[in-house]
């Protein structure tokens, strides 16, 4: 009550103002306190006739409360007009008013059944107040205006606390009212008509960045200037749209914000206000910027994608598509549409990935790829690196796929190419030692598990060498492939014909039952290689030699049978050439063996292994010694002697004759020149030249060392065997002009068992013919032999050539031989091959004889 009386500003003085207002004073007090006392017994009967008048009012019946509470509600009553006439109205007095017209107010009692009420209790008074001054005129007015002065200063009382009471209760919704606008998240301004603000929020402060400035009566434009605005606030303000929006970009403090208005008119009777209601929509505006600007990006990046890309439907048709896909399948994106990847797809592809793709399905995995082949419009096929990934709805059902399809078209034909070159000879076609080892180690193994056998011929040509170093690498090339044609056209597709390098291959053969029938094979391979070759405009007769091993027996892997028709092809070599040989145990000791001799012949030279010997050959009349041959003779420093007949082929073979014969040459004819010097009497010297030497321009190589040495070419004599003549007419007439050129002498070793023609002894110029020692061997006792030596003397002598026999062992043979003509004669009946030393000692002997 205390709060209400300050609210109303009911201090002492203003009671005392009201009262002196009222001209409520003293005496009126004292008459009212007179009054009062005669009054007491009034008081029951006023309290009754009054709320008797009140209740005939329904309204208020309800208002009264029940029958108990109308007893005490009568009481208070009796009790407060008791007080009204008590004549004391000081601040207590004030605060029993207020009091009272709170519980008024509080039960909904109106003023205007307030003020009824005193009516009522006025009307019932004013009979008592004239009986009470039994018609004292002056006394009944002056109680009557006490009354009312009492009463005004009650009512004012009264009406003040319904007024604070009410203003309270207005003032509260007020209260409530601001308190849900300044909360609300939204913007909030008020305007009048005159788009003066009546209020704004804080939520619309914060969003026009206004701070706390006072803003109230300001015109709109001093919050927001804008023209869109403007225009919008006009359509409202004309009554026409209800509501409108508008979006509203500003800068504040720096910052880009978007603010979306929404302008409402809202009619208040006569008047009207605008609201508006505002919120920040920056986020949402930036975001679909953003999901816009993705979006772009997202296309630009498909269509410009450097790999072909789609979005499938979930059963697989072609939804889009991005240019680089229409380039890499030939189809416009229409095209693309009416297709379903499967249709297009190699059928040897079609179900790759169907597993990955359930597990794609169910989730298992996000994405996968593999590579497919697919059908170009043009027909060809394209080879693609295939990615599949799976695009879901937010409630994880499939979507529709994302296909990316890469191609590695020239990749994959790289790789073949890459493969094909790590597995075939570049020059052939046929297959490398790679895949020749793959292939033999699936032959061994099906072999193995079928108690099967397979042969491996390893076949090399013979003298390929000799044709490269003549006629260069593009002849040998050419031989080499029309080879390999010749050997595959005598296979079966389940064979294989390989080429290790150089002129070796090797021949596969499955499922061979037995030897003769790999002998026929051989043979077979052995005629079609034995066919004239044009080579570098040069017709050649190739012959090769062939090693045959069998799996199982002569060797359970690739490697060992390889090995050993290796072994066994060397031993086809020295049989003679141009013919197949079947490995045998203990070939490889004689093959070790002969590796063992090459490899020490490549050091020989090196090491002062090689020494000559000299053996005499003498005048078959005179028995005079004219001539040696020199004869080549090697000593390993680890080992023991070698014959030259098992050396010099291998020497051949490798190309090592070439400056072992240079050395023999050098050698010999120092040392003859060096017997000439020691006053020996002048020998003719034979050497031995070898095919290959033969070829390796030795014109030049003789001329060097006949140079060198100073020695007599009249006094040399080259011994070419009849195989050196057969080779190429124009090669040998060539080499043999330039070397009679220079002075030298020929002579043909081992005559008569070679098969060339005669013609050559005519066409060349040969200076002797040597009777091979075979011929010899068996005279005087052999018939034929006997024929031999008589014919090839007779050949000599009409052909005007010297005519040397060699092998002579026996006086026998030596008469012979002197009986037919024969000029010279060499054997150990003459001396056998000596160290220089030993010959020069021999020769100084004889000189000593002599003389
Ligand atoms: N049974 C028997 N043999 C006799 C008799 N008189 C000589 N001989 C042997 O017969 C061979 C004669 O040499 P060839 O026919 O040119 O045969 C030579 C020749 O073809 C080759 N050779 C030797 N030295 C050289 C060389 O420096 N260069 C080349 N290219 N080949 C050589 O090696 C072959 C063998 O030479 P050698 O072992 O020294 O064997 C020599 C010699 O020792 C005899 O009365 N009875």
New binding site residues.
């Given amino acids: 009550m205390k709060t209400l009386v300050t609210r109303l500003g009911l201090s002492e003085e203003e009671m005392a103002e009201r009262k002196q207002y009222l001209e409520l004073g003293e005496r009126d007090c004292e008459v009212l306190r007179a009054m009062n006392e005669q009054l007491g017994e009034h008081g029951g009967g006023m309290a009754d006739s009054f709320y008797a008048h009140l209740l005939k009012y329904p309204e208020l019946g309800e208002r009264l409360g029940d029958h108990a509470a109308l007893q005490r509600l009568k009481q208070a009553q009796a009790v407060y007009f008791r007080g009204l006439t008590a004549g004391r109205y000081d601040m207590d007095y004030v605060e029993d008013r207020l009091r009272v017209g709170v519980a008024h107010q509080r039960i909904g009692l109106d003023p205007k059944w307030y003020i009824g009420a005193y009516r009522k209790y006025m009307s019932y008074l004013l009979p008592v107040i004239h009986d009470l001054y039994a018609g004292d005129r002056e006394r009944t007015i002056a109680a009557c205006d006490a009354l009312f002065k009492v009463i005004s200063l009650d009512m004012g009382l009264a009406l003040d606390t319904y007024f604070e009471v009410d203003r309270q209760e207005i003032l509260r919704h007020k209260e409530y009212a601001e308190q849900i606008i300044s909360g609300l998240p939204a913007g909030l301004i008020v305007l009048d008509e005159q788009l003066l603000l009546r209020s704004i929020n804080p939520a619309m402060r914060r969003l026009l960045d206004l701070g706390p400035r006072p803003l109230a009566g300001q015109h709109l434009s001093a919050v927001i200037d804008d023209p869109a605005l403007a225009d919008k606030l006009a359509q409202v303000q004309g009554g026409g749209t209800p509501a409108l929006d508008i979006l509203i970009r500003r800068d504040v403090q720096g910052e880009e914000r978007y603010i979306d208005f929404h302008l409402a008119r809202l009619q208040l009777g006569a008047s009207h206000v605008i609201l508006i209601i505002g919120g920040d929509v920056s986020e949402r505006i930036r975001a679909r910027a953003e999901l816009r600007e993705s979006e772009e990006r997202f296309r630009l990046t498909f269509s410009m994608a450097g790999v072909g890309l789609a979005h499938l439907s979930v059963d697989g048709r072609i939804l889009r598509s991005n240019r680089r896909l229409q380039d890499i399948l030939g189809y416009s994106e229409d095209e693309l549409r009416t297709i379903d990847y499967d249709e297009i797809t190699h059928p040897g592809d079609r179900g790759k990935g169907r597993e990955l793709l359930d597990r794609l399905l169910r989730n298992e995995i996000e994405s996968f790829a593999n590579e497919k082949r697919f059908r170009h419009k043009s027909g060809r096929y394209v080879w693609s690196n295939f990615t599949l990934s799976l695009v879901r709805r937010e409630d994880g059902s499939p979507r529709y796929f994302i296909s990316v399809i890469e191609d590695i078209t020239e990749r994959k034909q790289t790789a073949e190419k890459l493969i094909h070159l790590a597995q075939y000879d570049a020059l052939t076609q046929l297959p490398n030692r790679t895949l020749l080892q793959d292939r033999l180690l699936q032959a061994v193994s099906h072999a193995g598990r079928n108690r099967g056998r397979l042969a491996v011929l390893f076949l090399d040509l013979d003298r390929f060498k000799d044709i490269n170093d003549s006629l260069g690498h593009a002849a040998g090339d050419t031989m080499l492939r029309q080879i390999a044609a010749r050997l595959s056209m005598q296979l079966r597709e389940s064979d294989t014909v390989a080429r290790l390098g150089g002129d070796e291959f090797v021949i596969l053969l499955r499922d061979v039952q037995k030897d003769e029938q790999v002998a026929a094979v051989a043979r077979k391979i052995l005629d079609a290689v034995t066919r004239q070759v044009t080579v570098g405009g040069v017709e050649f007769m190739p012959t090769c030699s062939i090693g045959i091993s069998i799996y199982p027996k002569d060797g359970r892997d690739g490697e060992t049978l390889l090995r050993n028709a290796d072994a066994a092809m060397y031993r086809a070599k020295e049989n003679g050439r141009n013919s197949y040989y079947f490995y045998s145990e203990g070939l490889n000791e004689k093959l070790l063996h002969r590796l063992h001799i090459e490899s020490g012949l490549r050091h020989a030279l090196e090491q002062n292994e090689f020494s000559l010997?000299y053996?005499p050959q003498v005048d078959a009349v005179s028995g005079e010694v004219v001539g040696v041959?020199?004869?080549?003779r090697w000593k390993p420093s680890s080992g023991a002697p070698v014959?030259?007949?098992e050396f010099?082929p291998i020497a051949e073979e490798t190309g090592l004759?070439v400056p072992i014969?240079e050395w023999?040459l050098r050698e010999a004819c120092a040392q003859a020149a060096e017997w000439r010097r020691d006053g020996i009497a002048p020998l003719n010297l034979t050497?031995?030249?070898?095919l290959r030497?033969f070829r390796s321009d030795i014109a030049s190589a003789v001329a060097t060392v006949l140079r060198d040495t100073g020695f007599d070419p009249r006094s040399l004599t080259l011994?070419l065997t009849e195989s050196v003549l057969m080779e190429s007419p124009e090669l040998v007439e060539e080499t043999l002009q330039k070397l009679k050129a220079l002075g030298v002498r020929i002579a043909i070793?081992?005559f008569g068992t070679g098969y060339s023609s005669l013609a050559y002894l005519s066409r060349f110029s040969i200076d002797t013919l040597k009777i091979d020692?075979t011929f010899v061997l068996d005279l005087p006792d052999s018939r034929d032999d006997v024929a031999i030596v008589k014919a090839i003397v007779a050949l000599g002598k009409a052909l005007n050539l010297s005519v040397v026999a060699?092998?002579?062992?026996t006086a026998e043979q030596a008469d012979l031989l002197r009986g037919e003509r024969c000029d010279v004669l060499?054997?150990?009946?003459f001396g056998?091959?000596l160290p220089p030393q030993a010959l020069r000692e021999r020769l100084l002997d004889a000189r000593a004889v002599l003389t």
């Fill in positions: 010997h053996q041959e020199a004869l080549l014959g030259p007949d010099i004759i014969g023999v050497v031995n030249v070898s030497q011994e070793d081992d020692r060699e092998g002579v062992e060499q054997g150990y009946l056998r091959p």
